[in-house]
């Protein structure tokens, strides 16, 4: 990585060890950086170069499986996604995603994110059972139709939403970003018939309505999904049901 044009970023990192008597602390490494260095490489420089015991999550590198969503400088990023020279600064702090549990210094569970999302029924329901075990045919939509819902079916599941979220950080029983917009998507679905199931599920005292649209969920989306839109469209939705 050395080279006359390497510079120098002092990362702050969280430090927490469930095993030890330690309470979570920062430590703080210097490493070398050139331009297109993502937070990510830091990160690996530090753990095979530093100090091999920090853990965190990393998987393909490329923006596409949401693994390595931490906050940097108290905003949620994807570390492989984003350079170190976008801070302009000679230290960033590097912490776990806020709003879900803590299981070892940057990682953390998305178990609680995930249980809402299943809550949800994120699959396509029919009524002709019949048929989906044995299809004689496929189920047709219109391109216009898809193209009603389509953003928001590329969530990678980075929880960087629920991270963002005012609402999810006060509530923790609040269905969150991800769960709500999902609903959306598949209440849209014109293949789907399975609304009524949901519009239960997120109606209640923790669902859509705690919702403020504060839309720091849009904001932080690494993949421009939008859910604070999703999430409203459902609201009209619900009260158009009414």
Same mark, same amino acid.
């Given at each position: 990585?050395?080279?006359?044009?390497?510079?120098?970023?002092?990362?702050?990192?969280?430090? !927490?060890?469930?095993?030890?008597?330690?309470?979570?602390?920062?430590?703080?490494?210097?490493?070398? !950086?050139?331009?297109?260095?993502? &937070? %990510?490489?830091? #990160?690996?420089?530090?753990?095979?170069?530093?100090?091999?015991?920090?853990?965190?999550?990393?998987?393909?590198?490329?923006?596409?499986?949401?693994?390595?969503? &931490?906050? &940097?400088?108290?905003?949620?990023?994807?570390?492989?996604?984003?350079?170190?020279?976008?801070?302009?600064?000679?230290?960033?702090?590097?912490?776990?995603?806020?709003?879900?549990?803590?299981?070892?210094?940057?990682?953390?569970?998305?178990?609680?994110?995930?249980?809402? *999302?299943?809550?949800?029924?994120?699959?396509?329901?029919?009524?002709?059972?019949?048929?989906?075990?044995?299809?004689?045919?496929?189920?047709?939509?219109?391109?216009?139709? %898809?193209?009603?819902?389509?953003?928001?079916?590329?969530?990678?599941?980075?929880?960087?939403?629920?991270?963002?979220?005012?609402?999810?950080?006060?509530?923790?029983?609040?269905?969150?970003?991800?769960?709500?917009?999902?609903? !959306?998507? !598949?209440?849209?679905?014109?293949?789907?018939?399975?609304?009524?199931?949901?519009?239960? #599920?997120?109606?209640?005292? *923790?669902?859509?309505?705690?919702? *403020?649209?504060?839309?720091?969920?849009?904001?932080?989306?690494?993949?421009? %999904?939008?859910?604070?839109?999703?999430?409203? %469209?459902?609201?009209?939705?619900? &009260?158009?049901?009414?």
């Amino acid at each position: 990585m050395a080279n006359e044009s390497t510079k120098q970023v002092t990362f702050k990192i969280y430090r !927490y060890d469930p095993e030890g008597n330690r309470p979570p602390y920062f430590q703080e490494f210097t490493i070398p !950086y050139i331009r297109g260095t993502t &937070v %990510l490489d830091g #990160l690996i420089y530090v753990q095979e170069n530093l100090d091999s015991t920090l853990a965190f999550r990393r998987s393909c590198r490329m923006a596409i499986c949401g693994t390595c969503a &931490v906050l &940097v400088n108290k905003y949620p990023h994807l570390a492989c996604h984003t350079q170190i020279e976008e801070f302009n600064s000679d230290k960033l702090t590097v912490e776990p995603l806020a709003n879900l549990p803590v299981i070892k210094d940057l990682v953390t569970s998305l178990d609680p994110m995930f249980e809402k *999302h299943r809550s949800i029924k994120p699959y396509i329901i029919r009524g002709d059972r019949k048929e989906m075990d044995n299809p004689t045919a496929e189920y047709l939509q219109k391109p216009e139709e %898809l193209d009603e819902f389509m953003q928001f079916t590329d969530c990678v599941g980075c929880g960087i939403c629920v991270a963002a979220c005012p609402t999810s950080a006060s509530d923790k029983l609040f269905l969150g970003p991800q769960a709500i917009a999902q609903c !959306y998507r !598949y209440c849209k679905d014109t293949r789907d018939e399975g609304e009524k199931d949901r519009i239960s #599920l997120v109606s209640n005292g *923790h669902g859509v309505w705690q919702c *403020h649209l504060s839309g720091a969920c849009s904001e932080a989306c690494p993949k421009g %999904l939008d859910p604070a839109l999703a999430i409203q %469209l459902l609201k009209r939705r619900l &009260v158009s049901r009414a």
